[in-house]
C-alpha cells in the first residue's frame, strides 16, 4: 500500500518533536544531562553555580519552544480523529437508514401476509359453512 505523507516540513518537525519530547528517551536524557551540570558545576568549575540560573533559563527555554510543537502536533491529532468520527458517523446514519427501510419492507410484509391469512380462513370459513 503506497501511503504518501501528506504532512509539511513544519508539521513533520513538529510531530518529531513531540514524540521525542513525550518520551521515556527524553526525560532519561534530561536527568542525565541535569545531573552532570550539577555535579560538574558543584565539584569542579562553577561557571553556572548554585542556585544554577543559567541551568534553569535552558530548560525554561526547552520548555517554551517544545509546548507549541507538542500543541500543533496534538491539534493535528484531534483534526484527523474528527475526520475519521465525522465519517463513521455517516457509515452509521446510512447503515440506520437501510435498517429503517428492511424494516419497514418487513413490516409491510407481514401485513400483507397476514391479510392474505385472514382472506384464506375467510374463504376457508365460508366454504365450511356451504
Given amino acids: 500500500m503506497d ?7 513544519g ?3 513538529s510531530d518529531s518533536v513531540a514524540k521525542f519530547g513525550g518520551s521515556w528517551r527524553f526525560i532519561i536524557c534530561a536527568v542525565i544531562v541535569i545531573n552532570i551540570w ?3 558545576n558543584l565539584l569542579t568549575i562553577a561557571w553556572d553555580p548554585y542556585p544554577f540560573i543559567l541551568l534553569n533559563l535552558l530548560l525554561s ?3 517554551a519552544f517544545q509546548a507549541p510543537f507538542i500543541l500543533m502536533s496534538q491539534r493535528r491529532v484531534e483534526m484527523k480523529q ?3 468520527y465525522r465519517s463513521l458517523f455517516r457509515e ?8 429503517l427501510s ?10 400483507e401476509i397476514r391479510e392474505k391469512l ?4 375467510k374463504s376457508h370459513e365460508d366454504r365450511g359453512r356451504e
Fill in 3 to 9: 501511503h504518501k505523507d501528506e504532512r509539511t516540513l
Fill in 11 to 13: 508539521d513533520r518537525i
Fill in 38 to 40: 550539577v555535579a560538574i
Fill in 61 to 63: 527555554l526547552v520548555a
Fill in 82 to 84: 474528527d475526520a475519521i
Fill in 92 to 99: 452509521i446514519k446510512e447503515l440506520i437508514e437501510v435498517d
Fill in 102 to 111: 428492511l424494516e419497514h419492507q418487513v413490516l409491510e410484509s407481514n401485513k
Fill in 118 to 121: 385472514e382472506a384464506l380462513q
